[in-house]
């Protein structure tokens, strides 16, 4: 179990001593992607210690957050309990909270395939996409490549470039409506702060193939309002 006791009896300290040591709700965040194997969390948390890495992974399985399973040409994953996985939409409102807070990244800040993944389900904004045609937008952010298709029914998301881990992976089908590229700027996109076409001419979005008008689909199905934060500001 975690180290830390708060030494109170309420659900808010139960879940912070599960998930609230350093670097565990990372872990889960990556998880709630896909199934991984040790190397693969590795890699998607570059500056983990990997002593903390095993510590965190057994305190996880112990608390039944996680679990180490066989996997056929792959040996051993991580992956999320069902309990684990209840854990989805707290992430995901965690990460819209958080997402008032984000300015710009600090030197040495990066993204990872796993991170930019969850940030675009945590934008996605299922009554939008309900009312829209189907679009594949296949998006560049430094080193990831993904491609996110939305339909009526909801999101999928493609993990291109780094390869997306041998377990858990999809393949998307066919060409992407529009293929483009973005720096940190994509964020004031995502918030409304800055028109699609706005962001072309100042160059904070580069489209590389495809309509440059799908980016207004792509805003409206991906937003996250600023919130009160900016209020309070």
């Known amino acids: 179990m975690a180290s830390r006791s708060y030494g109170q009896y309420c659900g808010v300290t139960s879940a912070v001593e599960l998930i609230g040591e350093r670097w565990a709700l990372l872990i889960v965040r990556d998880l709630l992607v896909g199934p991984r194997r040790y190397t693969d969390l590795k890699q998607g948390l570059p500056r ?128 992407p409506d529009i293929v483009f590229a973005a720096g940190p700027g994509i964020r004031r996109v995502i918030s409304g702060e800055l028109a699609p076409a706005a962001a072309i001419d100042e160059g904070v979005v580069h489209v590389l193939a495809g309509e440059a008008s799908l980016l207004e689909r792509f805003a409206a199905t991906f937003h996250i309002d600023p919130g009160t934060r900016a209020l309070a500001a």
């Open 48 to 175: 983990i210690p990997t002593n903390i890495l095993s510590t965190r992974l057994k305190e996880l399985q112990e608390s039944g957050v996680v679990r180490r399973v066989p996997v056929m040409n792959c040996g051993l994953v991580y992956e999320l309990t069902p309990y684990g996985r209840e854990l989805e939409p707290i992430v995901l409102a965690l990460g819209r909270w958080g997402f008032q807070a984000m300015g710009d990244p600090d030197p040495g800040d990066v993204v990872t395939a796993d991170s930019l993944t969850m940030a675009l389900r945590t934008a996605f904004q299922a009554d939008a996409a309900a009312g829209l045609p189907p679009a594949d937008y296949e998006l560049h952010v430094g080193d990831v490549t993904l491609r996110a298709e939305v339909t009526p029914d909801g999101l999928a998301v493609a993990q291109l470039s780094p390869p997306a881990p041998p377990v858990g992976g999809r393949r998307p089908v066919g060409e």
